[in-house]
């Protein structure tokens, strides 16, 4: 009898990598070559030495936590890549991450941009709420898209079962 397929070996490691490249993708994109924003720069913001500074140890913890995210990530890919009844869909493992990054954007959007204000995506700007929701919406796209690659790839693992049973 063929063993059933799993998913959730390789979306759990997916989600954790693409939620982890996602904040490397803000963290060096927006903090760094940009300098848009950075993790503290609505309430310290960014203009003297000083508050740069600040600004730059809290940009270093936020890049260590997303370094251990995707750390973890590949950890547990790697112990997804030890079992047998685990599938190896390209389409869910590149779902996962989309969806792993949409879901940084919405939680890192809502609360530090929203709830916490810690900083925004565009800091230099009048009006900053369009360039946050633009960030969220993104997120949304991602999640949704990486969704529905998750769900083809369900196709892959009902047929390696079929494949499996028949030999």
């Known amino acids: 009898m063929a063993e059933k397929q799993q998913q959730g070996p390789l979306i759990c490691a997916g989600v954790l990598i693409g939620a982890g490249l996602g904040g490397f993708v803000d963290g060096i994109l927006f903090h760094q070559i940009l300098q848009w924003h950075h993790m503290l720069s609505t309430l310290i913001p960014a203009d003297n030495l000083v508050n740069i500074k600040v600004n730059m140890f809290w940009d270093g913890i936020f890049h260590a936590a997303v370094w251990i995210m995707t750390a973890m990530g ?72 990486g969704w529905s690659l998750i769900s083809q790839g369900r196709k892959d693992a009902i047929g390696k079962e079929v494949k499996n049973e028949i030999q």
């Open 74 to 145: 590949l950890v547990f890919l790697w112990h997804a890549g030890q079992r047998r009844d685990v599938c190896w869909s390209g389409r869910t493992f590149l779902g996962s991450l989309m969806a792993g990054w949409g879901l940084f954007n919405i939680v890192e959007g809502l609360i530090d941009h929203q709830f916490l204000g810690l900083h925004h995506v565009y800091e230099y700007s009048d009006n900053k709420i369009p360039w946050d929701i633009g960030f969220l919406v993104f997120g949304i796209v991602m999640l949704l898209e």
